[in-house]
Every structure is written in C-alpha cells, then in structure tokens.
C-alpha cells in the first residue's frame, strides 16, 4: 500500500523521515486492485477511507466516510479503475450507515462525476510583522506560553483539547491515536532550513489552554541586513476574541520576523475581524472540504437551518438511484423534516451541488446563477437559500 501510494503521488520518503512515519490508515477500510504482473502480483491501485465524524449545521455529528489514499499506478491510469474503486466506495459506505463521504481532493476536476462537490473553502493569509490588531478586552490578561512542539503532551493536553471545542459546520474531530499523531508529525525533510516544530499557547488564568498555533520560523536576512525571516503557521484555533487577539499579536511580533503566513484558516477565522488594515494582505482561497451526500434523507434531517424551511427538491443522482427523487424538506433552527413526495417540484440540482451547498459552506443562490441549481417555481430560490446557509463559515482545517 506504500508502494502504490507513492507511485501515485510521485514521492519517496526521505530516509531521515521514515522515523516519524505514522500508519493511519484503518483497518478494514482499504480496498486494493490487484494486477497479475510478469513477476507476480502488484497493488495497481487502491483507496481507503476513515470513519470520521462530521459537524453539521446544528452541531449534531454525522457519520462519514473520509475518502483518501485513491491512487492508480501510472501503468494502469484511464483504464476505470479510479472509477470503479469509487463506486465501491459509495456502495460499502452507504453499506457502513455513512450519512456522507467527504474527502481533500488532490485534483478538482476528479470527484464531480462521483457526486462530490466543494464545500467548504480555506483561506491562506500571508501579513506584515507588526500588522496592527484591535483592542480586544482581556487579551493582555492571558499568558502565551512558547514552546518546542512535544506531540505526546501538547497533542492531547493542548491540541486537541482545543479543537475538539469547537463549533463549526464541517469540523471533523481526529478520533484515532494515529490520527492524532499523523497531525503532528514533524518531518524532518519539510523543514527546509526552518526550526523544527514550536507551539504558542494561550491559557486563561486557570492554565485552561484557550488557543494555540503550531508554528516554524525561519531566518533571512534582506537588504541592508534587515531581519526578513518568516513565520509559517499551519494549524492555529483560538476558542474567544481575547484568546485570538493574545495568539496572534504573539505571532505578529517574533523578533527578527519579516512576516507571518498563516495557513488553513476558515474562512471567517477571527484574525480578519481583528486586523485594522485588510488592505495589501495577501489572502488565498482553497478548495477544503468535499461532500458527497450518501442518504439525502438522513443528511437534510440531521442538519439545522437558520429559517423557515419549505421546498420541494429535485434532486438529480446518476450512483445512488435511492437520492434521486423529489424532496419534501420542511423545518428551521430545530431540524427537518425530509420526505419523498410526487408534489410539484420548486427548485431542481444535483447531488454534487447539494453537497456543495449542504454545510452551509456554498450559497445556493450563487450555484443557481451559474446555472448549477434550477429555480423552477419563481420566488422560492432566495428562501431556500437562506435557509441552507449557516451563520459560521464550514471549514475542516486539516488534511487527511
Ligand atoms: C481523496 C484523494 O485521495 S485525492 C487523490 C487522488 N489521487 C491522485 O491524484 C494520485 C495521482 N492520480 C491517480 O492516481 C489517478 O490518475 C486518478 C486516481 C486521479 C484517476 O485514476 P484512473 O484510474 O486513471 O481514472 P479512471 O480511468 O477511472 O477515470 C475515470 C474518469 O475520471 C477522469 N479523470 C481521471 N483522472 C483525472 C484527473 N486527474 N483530472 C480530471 N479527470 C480525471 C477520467 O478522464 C475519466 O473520465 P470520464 O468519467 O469522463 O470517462
């Protein structure tokens, strides 16, 4: 399996890595393609896929399959076995009682045709040291605390103690001790000339961590040598307005720092309500979550809708015949009713749009005015689409 995933994705692991190698995968998850090769047989393709747990709209957390490690042999691409592995996928999760599949795609054109469809985004933000933050009451009166990153202490103690707080449509708690650890790895290779992993972290008066961000720095010099290193942060959550305040004007003031990139945030992650001056900022888009709907019923019933709800789907999907009907979806802040009916349908999509839509991550009127959603009874596109939306951006973070 390590074989094929690295024919796949063209890479080798670094001999100094391969300690810090962690096998995540679980078992009884992973399906394999086998070919009868001139000297004997080889893995030509395979994928698996995690039980995850995925926040919804509501705060309720679904069962679904995190689709990952889908790799072909390059000697065996474009023959379908992609194509049939997906399928499979779609069969035995639906089989498991998984309410969605969800997934980081490698590539964006891949997993539209099996019903996938983005929905959540993630922003990359790259700031000047010294950016100016507002004043947010209580910030000074935390401690942020520095510290090498120690995965066996921080992991459960700060890391995940703090993500698992939060309350967000499209978070996805690390529920394995592999998974756990895989977050944290430091790969010696990725540093790059960079310190090994450091953690900031912000504790209220308690010591009750309220915030952390992993983080490397790395020194440059530029012109005139002025100090030019940058700070690089791929993993930062502050659970209140004084935490993320403490957290980032630590990051935004490291001696000899040029600047500060700060990756995976939501979309609306606090630091962007909390920077005086947006403009010059350097901020990036990115596709981070897909959602495949697996049972339309179970995931439009177990998400909360911030409005009145009443309309009339028609929902389009070519793999699950079960999705494909028409929908009754009635309900608003406490959950829905979903049932099939023969009333006329208001609004007409796909089920890859749906996912799109579902997390409240994607607007449906946006996807109706690229033509992606059908209004079909006039009036009932701009009610529908305030009710599938979600006060707090979907975002997941992390890759798996
Ligand atoms: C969730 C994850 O794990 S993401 C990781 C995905 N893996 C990678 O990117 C690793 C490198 N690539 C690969 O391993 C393979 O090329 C795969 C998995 C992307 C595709 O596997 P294949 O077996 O070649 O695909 P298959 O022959 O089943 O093609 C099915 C369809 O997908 C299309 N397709 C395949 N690869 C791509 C691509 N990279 N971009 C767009 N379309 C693609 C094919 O053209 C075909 O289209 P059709 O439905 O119109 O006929």
Not at 47 to 64: C, D, K, N, T
Not at 158 to 171: C, I, L, Q, S, T
Not at 308 to 331: C, I, K, M, Q, T
């Amino acid at each position: 399996m390590r074989e094929i995933d690295r024919w796949a994705f063209a890479f080798d692991l670094n001999p100094e890595d391969e300690p810090a190698d962690v096998w995540n995968l679980e078992p009884g998850r992973s399906v394999g393609v086998w070919h009868d090769a001139t000297r004997g047989p080889v893995l030509a393709a395979m994928h698996s896929s995690f039980a995850f747990r995925v926040q919804v709209p509501g705060g309720e957390r679904l069962p679904a399959a995190g689709l990952t490690w889908v790799g072909v042999h390059p000697g065996h691409r474009r023959r379908g076995l992609s194509r049939a592995m997906l399928h499979a996928h779609l069969r035995r999760s639906r089989e498991r009682g998984e309410v969605l599949s969800v997934l980081n795609a490698a590539e964006s054109g891949i997993y539209g045709r099996y019903g996938y469809g983005i929905a959540s985004h993630r922003v990359s933000l790259s700031l000047s040291r010294g950016a100016g933050l507002r004043a947010v009451p209580g910030a000074d009166a935390l401690a942020v605390e520095l510290e090498t990153l120690d995965p066996a202490y921080h992991g459960p103690e700060v890391v995940e103690r703090v993500h698992g707080a939060v309350v967000r449509p499209g978070w996805i708690t690390r529920d394995t001790p592999e998974l756990r650890a895989a977050h944290l790895v430091d790969w010696p290779s990725a540093r790059r000339g960079a310190e090994r992993k450091r953690i900031a972290v912000v504790r209220d008066s308690s010591g009750e961590p309220r915030g952390y961000a992993v983080l490397r720095r790395k020194e440059s010099w530029g012109e005139e040598n002025l100090p030019a290193g940058t700070v690089s942060v791929h993993d930062a959550l502050a659970l209140d307005p004084a935490a993320s305040r403490a957290l980032w004007s630590t990051l935004l003031d490291l001696d000899l720092m040029g600047q500060v990139k700060a990756h995976n945030l939501a979309p609306d992650d606090a630091l962007l309500g909390l920077l005086i001056e947006l403009r010059g900022i350097e901020r990036r888009v990115h596709d981070d979550v897909w959602v495949r709907i697996l049972d339309v019923r179970a995931a439009l019933e177990a998400r909360a809708y911030p409005a009145a709800v009443d309309v009339v789907l028609e929902v389009d999907d070519a793999l699950v015949p079960d999705n494909a009907s028409r929908w009754h979806v009635r309900g608003g802040p406490d959950g829905a009713e979903v049932t099939r009916t023969d009333e006329p349908a208001q609004l007409a999509l796909g089920i890859a749009d749906l996912g799109a839509v579902y997390l409240g991550g994607t607007s449906l009127a946006a996807l109706a005015a690229a033509g992606r959603a059908t209004e079909l009874v006039p009036g009932t596109l701009v009610p529908a689409a305030t009710a599938f939306a979600w006060p707090v951006a979907a975002s997941t973070g992390w890759g798996f």
